[in-house]
Protein backbone atom coordinates (compact mmCIF):
# COMPACT_ATOMS: atom_id res chain seq x y z
CA UNK A 1 0.00 0.00 0.00
CA UNK A 2 3.09 2.04 -0.15
CA UNK A 3 1.89 3.77 -3.22
CA UNK A 4 -1.67 4.64 -2.53
CA UNK A 5 -3.00 8.25 -1.60
CA UNK A 6 -2.91 9.65 2.04
CA UNK A 7 -6.09 9.72 2.06
CA UNK A 8 -6.76 6.03 1.03
CA UNK A 9 -4.34 5.04 3.45
CA UNK A 10 -6.01 7.12 6.37
CA UNK A 11 -9.59 5.60 5.24
CA UNK A 12 -8.86 2.09 5.47
CA UNK A 13 -7.09 2.85 8.83
CA UNK A 14 -10.78 4.46 10.13
CA UNK A 15 -12.07 1.06 8.56
CA UNK A 16 -9.72 -1.41 10.25
CA UNK A 17 -10.72 0.59 13.38
CA UNK A 18 -14.12 0.65 12.97
CA UNK A 19 -14.09 -3.18 11.72
CA UNK A 20 -12.29 -4.10 15.36
CA UNK A 21 -14.64 -1.84 17.45
CA UNK A 22 -18.07 -2.98 15.37
CA UNK A 23 -16.97 -7.07 16.91
CA UNK A 24 -17.23 -5.54 20.27
CA UNK A 25 -20.57 -3.90 20.22
CA UNK A 26 -23.76 -5.66 22.05
CA UNK A 27 -24.99 -7.87 19.84
CA UNK A 28 -28.58 -5.76 19.39
CA UNK A 29 -26.41 -3.26 18.08
CA UNK A 30 -23.86 -4.79 16.02
CA UNK A 31 -26.50 -6.15 13.23
CA UNK A 32 -28.15 -2.70 12.94
CA UNK A 33 -25.90 0.32 13.84
CA UNK A 34 -22.48 -1.88 13.48
CA UNK A 35 -23.53 -2.88 10.15
CA UNK A 36 -24.22 1.26 8.74
CA UNK A 37 -20.83 2.01 10.74
CA UNK A 38 -18.99 -0.49 8.59
CA UNK A 39 -21.46 0.07 5.35
CA UNK A 40 -20.65 3.93 5.26
CA UNK A 41 -16.96 3.59 6.44
CA UNK A 42 -16.49 1.22 3.37
CA UNK A 43 -18.28 3.17 1.13
CA UNK A 44 -15.62 6.26 1.97
CA UNK A 45 -12.83 3.93 0.81
CA UNK A 46 -14.80 2.97 -2.21
CA UNK A 47 -15.48 6.75 -3.03
CA UNK A 48 -11.92 7.89 -2.29
CA UNK A 49 -10.86 5.05 -4.65
CA UNK A 50 -13.42 5.59 -7.06
CA UNK A 51 -12.09 9.15 -7.36
CA UNK A 52 -8.41 8.58 -7.63
CA UNK A 53 -9.15 6.93 -10.70
CA UNK A 54 -11.92 8.99 -12.32
CA UNK A 55 -11.81 11.05 -15.07
CA UNK A 56 -10.76 14.74 -13.41
CA UNK A 57 -14.17 16.07 -14.28
CA UNK A 58 -15.61 13.82 -11.99
CA UNK A 59 -13.64 13.59 -9.38
CA UNK A 60 -15.08 16.55 -7.76
CA UNK A 61 -18.58 15.04 -7.18
CA UNK A 62 -16.98 11.72 -6.30
CA UNK A 63 -15.54 13.41 -3.31
CA UNK A 64 -18.52 15.43 -2.51
CA UNK A 65 -20.21 12.81 -1.89
CA UNK A 66 -17.49 11.16 -0.04
CA UNK A 67 -17.71 14.01 2.61
CA UNK A 68 -21.25 13.76 2.65
CA UNK A 69 -20.61 10.53 3.70
CA UNK A 70 -18.09 11.40 6.71
CA UNK A 71 -20.60 13.40 8.44
CA UNK A 72 -23.47 10.47 8.29
CA UNK A 73 -20.75 8.27 9.67
CA UNK A 74 -19.83 11.04 12.33
CA UNK A 75 -23.15 11.22 13.61
CA UNK A 76 -23.83 7.58 13.18
CA UNK A 77 -20.64 7.17 15.67
CA UNK A 78 -21.76 9.74 18.14
CA UNK A 79 -25.42 7.86 18.39
CA UNK A 80 -22.93 4.33 18.93
CA UNK A 81 -21.96 5.99 21.81
CA UNK A 82 -25.38 7.65 23.09
CA UNK A 83 -26.61 4.05 23.23
CA UNK A 84 -23.65 2.95 24.76
CA UNK A 85 -22.49 0.75 22.18
CA UNK A 86 -19.07 1.74 21.50
CA UNK A 87 -17.25 3.18 24.28
CA UNK A 88 -16.90 6.69 24.45
CA UNK A 89 -13.27 6.64 25.31
CA UNK A 90 -12.49 5.36 21.90
CA UNK A 91 -14.43 7.76 20.07
CA UNK A 92 -12.34 10.30 20.01
CA UNK A 93 -9.59 8.02 18.42
CA UNK A 94 -12.02 7.17 15.24
CA UNK A 95 -13.53 10.41 15.25
CA UNK A 96 -9.63 11.94 15.21
CA UNK A 97 -9.76 9.57 12.22
CA UNK A 98 -12.60 10.29 9.94
CA UNK A 99 -11.80 14.09 10.76
CA UNK A 100 -7.96 13.27 8.99
CA UNK A 101 -9.94 11.72 6.12
CA UNK A 102 -12.30 14.68 5.92
CA UNK A 103 -9.19 16.98 6.04
CA UNK A 104 -7.23 15.28 2.99
CA UNK A 105 -10.70 14.89 0.73
CA UNK A 106 -11.34 18.90 1.58
CA UNK A 107 -7.52 19.79 0.79
CA UNK A 108 -8.13 17.69 -2.64
CA UNK A 109 -11.23 19.12 -3.46
CA UNK A 110 -9.43 22.91 -3.18
CA UNK A 111 -6.80 21.50 -5.35
CA UNK A 112 -9.57 20.50 -7.83
CA UNK A 113 -11.10 24.00 -7.33
CA UNK A 114 -7.69 25.84 -8.27
CA UNK A 115 -7.30 23.51 -11.33
CA UNK A 116 -10.08 24.34 -12.64
CA UNK A 117 -11.61 20.65 -11.91
CA UNK A 118 -15.09 21.79 -10.80
CA UNK A 119 -16.52 21.81 -6.85
Request: glycine share 10%.
Amino acid sequence: MSEELAVVRAAYALNLELARRVEKFPRHQRAGLGADLTRHARATLDGLIRAKFAAPADRAALLAEVNVGLEVLRFQLRLAVDLRAYPEAAHGHVLRLADDVGRQVGGWLRALKAKGGGA
